[in-house]
């Protein structure tokens, strides 16, 4: 008689048993990020990127064209004082094949060249969501003033880019150029709020991905 | 009646029970063995777990205890027990039964920021057709009789008949040969030779190149130690060699260069030994082919060496004295241009060609894999491959080459100029004395330069006349730094020493020179004679004047002392030219193609039968149309399909893709590494599934202890992910599992066994 109840609570302890971790608290949320638009101001929803909370947002204006490159698609600031913030810029490159690409390793080159003093640059391998590039992070002066800056350079993966390359209509066509681009992330800012924020600008950067998934026939 | 009491009663024993649990017993330990032996799971399922036999143990022991329990007959309260533990086992065997034919295991393959939805079945057989212009393919199951044999299959319009199948087989591509004959599309297939090198080279076709003429082409089998040899044979049927003295342009000798080749020829005033290298291995190519040409004179031996590869080639180089300018006799080669396919005994073909002027160039195409393929149609015309030939790009000859160079010499000269550069003195003076001729200054330097350059001296010999253009600037050029006079007397002493190949430092040793100790620290010739012209122009201002200052110069004269006035500011033609691929070529290439296709070979079976490649030959057939086409089973389902009844289908013999109703997107993968090392803690994905009938959709982080498993059962495991380094878009295998029995009767199954078990603890104990 006294087995039952100890097998019984054998086994309900067993069946207790459980690894599960908690849902953490809610600290960032999904943002979608626009595209360029083709110089008609019309802009569609391509990105998203899961941003932390308190990050200010600033989009460009809804009737500019953004359809220049030099122009950012988005930016976000962390903000700690007036003269303590941390600028990040959200670009994409946008091509109609392989050939026109800009290699990630130019990207880097072009931020080296900003620097007028650049110590202990560092760039390692990156890829995540499809895409594969650089990431960049530098610590000199910039017009005179010291800054810190971590870049990403990334580019779409040969195949997924000729997936997005035989588009049925005028409307795809239009969506998957942008979708084809590669972009970039650039944070810059002093050097201390960068590596207070590090963690959060890598869990940014690398959260960033597009909205819909790359076609494939499977 | 008595006989089926009997047998229903012996269904229903424990004898029954225990023949069947020893053999199942037997059977796995046997599985055991036999996958240990032969290192392969599938060859013991196929005969252990996977086999008929063993679905017979299970329905045995479904009946016994099915049986057992109906044995009982009729009930009683004292029974329940043992008849929820019975009915638990009766279910947890329909689940797995159920299982075993209508449960699902495969795999999803999804490229990082793309998804899938169709399980690959890995180990069974499909067809997968597409029609053109349909964008969904459709999969075909195929089935075998009793005897093994595939059946036949009748799908939309399409007969299918399997023909022919072997369990294994490899395959390789196949190029430029096809079963011993040449092709290149849109040209007559022409024969491929055994290459035999006691005869003469057989000619497999000329074709005739718009623009260009005719071109020979040779097609030879052998094997891959003789590559080399038949490549210099080929090479040097009808190929011409030319000396020509630079100065004169008069052609001194023309010869097949095999015929000359190792020997010395008798040239004006000095003697030639030509040789001919053609480095060749198939894992690393040409490596640097070349002609290499000595010629001897007075016992001192000057080295010509011409490239035949690359964007230097057809230059010749003097290597023995490259600071004093080109070799006064010019090489050049002659043929008619050619083709040689070559297949070796691993059905890699290697293709040459060879230009006009004899440049050579080469391709490789492994039957294993190629680097880039034409796909014509999305594969509904079929597959082929390409070749540029360099043919007739623009400089093409020597000639023409160093014609470019010097072209590109006066363009920059004339942007320096527009751009307001200043000149080196001694051009500076050039270009006074051109405006009192009347003379353009940048082509007169050019050719100044280039006529300097062929005499393969340090300064410009006073006794060759220059061509007439020339004489009639140097007519006009005032006197000259008095530098330039000493400078020009002291190689007028030491050149005969110079071309005899004497040391500079030691001529100059022997003279007496008083500045040798500034030479010393210069250990080439080059810059001992560039440190003497200039010690010269240093001092210039204690030299006495030299007798001849007043002499009225012969326009040879001026010229040896303008070259002394060059050579102070180190301006020679050798050392300003650009490199020939700096200089814009226009190329004229010739591309040929040439259909791809596979061969087969039918091979044993391997014990380890997960690396068996299957094959099968199929009649397909449309109404009256038919075609037999062969295929290669294609593990992944991710190679060519091939094209059927004139490109109206494309077909790929693969494992059977199964759709789920979950569509999984992969949006990271990574690799977790124990902190500061580099020894993988843990692999994990960043997933969405979503499901494809109500859209909801659910994010998930499955790792290798951590799967996501469906309100349906479903289950998602990650099996592998690659590659594993950072940096690299990774591809992720997820295993997907799904058992349609198991919450209705698996689990539940087992929940009535615990529970009977329990029970008859309980009744027993009272």
Known sequence: MGKVPIFLAILLILCGCQNETPPSAATSQWQEIHGRDEGDGIRQPIYRVKTPKGWIRHDPLTDESIFDTTKSLCEFIIFEDPESIVRISLHNFPTEDLEQRIPPQAQIARWKQQFETLYTPN???????????????????????????????????????????????????????????????????????????????????????????????? | MKMLQKIYHFLGSITFALILIGTTALLVIAGTFIESLTDS???????????????????????????????????????????????????????????????????????????????????????????????????????????????????????????????????????????????????????????????????????????????????????????????????LQDLTIKFTDRLTGKTLLQEDLKNILGKDIALPLVKAHVKLHIPY??????????????????????????????????????????????????IDLVREPALCFVQDEYNDIHLFAFDRCGRISRQIYPASTLESILVYEEGFGGYAVRTILPFRSSPESRAECEKALLDHLEQQLREGISKGEDLAPPLELLQQTCLKADADFIQTASDFLAHWNNTNQWLYPENLPLPTQLEKVFQQMPSMPKACHWIAKMFTEIDPLLKKGDDPLLILQRKNWPLLEDLKGSTEPVHVLTGLTQQFFGVEDVLPLPNSIQEDFSPSKQARFFSAYLRAYSIHLHSILAPLDEIAKTPHSLAIETTLSYAYRKKKAETKMEENLPLITLQIGEGKDKELITLIYDRLGAGFQWPVLQGKYLLR??????????????????????????????????????????????????????????????????????????????TVNIVVNHDPAKYWSTYPGAVLLALGIVLLFWFKTK
Request: charge should be neutral; include cysteine; aromatic fraction near 12%.
């Open chain 1, 123 to 218: 760039v390692i391998p990156q890829a995540f969501a499809g895409y594969a590039g650089l990431l960049f992070t530098g610590f000199g002066t910039i017009k005179g003033q010291e800054v810190m800056v971590m870049g990403w350079a990334m580019q779409l993966d040969e195949r997924h880019y000729r997936s997005l390359s035989n588009p049925a209509n005028q409307e795809e066509a239009i969506r998957w150029r942008q979708m084809r681009g590669d972009f970039t992330i650039k944070a810059v800012g002093p050097k201390n709020l960068l590596e207070k924020h590090h963690e959060d600008l890598i869990l940014f950067a690398r959260s960033f991905e597009l909205l819909e998934e790359i076609p494939s026939h499977l």
């Open chain 2, 41 to 235: 799971h599938r060859f013991a399922s196929t005969f252990t777990y996977s086999s008929p036999f063993f679905s017979l143990l299970l329905l045995g022991f479904f009946l016994n205890i099915l049986v057992s329990a109906l044995r009982r007959w009729p009930f009683r309260i004292k029974h329940i027990p043992f008849l929820i533990t019975h009915l638990g086992l009766l279910m947890i065997l329909t689940g797995a039964i159920i299982k075993n034919y209508r449960g699902v295991q495969g795999s999803l393959h999804i490229l990082e920021g793309g998804g899938n939805q169709t399980l690959l079945l890995a180990d069974t057989y499909a067809l997968q057709i597409r029609e053109k212009d349909s964008n969904v393919p459709r999969y075909v199951k195929l089935s075998r009789d009793l005897t093994g044999r595939f059946n036949p299959i009748n799908t939309g319009s399409l007969h299918i008949e399997p023909l022919e199948y072997a369990p294994h087989s490899s395959q390789y591509w196949e190029t430029w040969i096809k079963g011993g004959i040449g092709f290149i599309r849109g040209l007559k297939p022409f024969p491929v030779y055994q290459w035999d090198k006691t005869n003469p080279l057989p000619l497999s076709a000329k074709i005739s190149l718009e623009d260009y003429g005719i071109c020979r082409i040779h097609a030879f089998q052998t094997s891959e130690e003789n590559l080399e040899s038949l490549i210099e044979h080929v090479y």
């Open chain 2, 653 to 730: 013999f693969q494992p059977e893709f199964k759709p789920i109703p979950y569509r999984v997107r992969l949006r990271n993968a990574r690799q977790v590494n124990y902190p500061h090392s580099s020894q993988p803690y843990s692999f994990e994905s960043d997933i969405i599934v979503t499901h494809i009938n109500t859209q909801k959709s659910e994010e998930k982080t499955i790792s290798m202890n951590n799967i996501h498993e469906t309100w349906d059962g479903y289950r998602f495991y990650l099996s592998s992910i690659s590659p594993s380094t950072e940096g690299a878009v990774k």
């Open chain 2, 281 to 330: 291995s198939s894992v690393t190519g040409l490596s640097e082919p070349n002609i290499q040409t000595y010629f001897t004179a007075d016992k001192k031996i000057d080295e010509v060496s011409i490239a035949l590869e690359g964007s230097e080639s057809l230059l010749n180089k003097n290597i023995s004295r490259p600071h004093f300018g080109a070799f006064p006799i010019a």
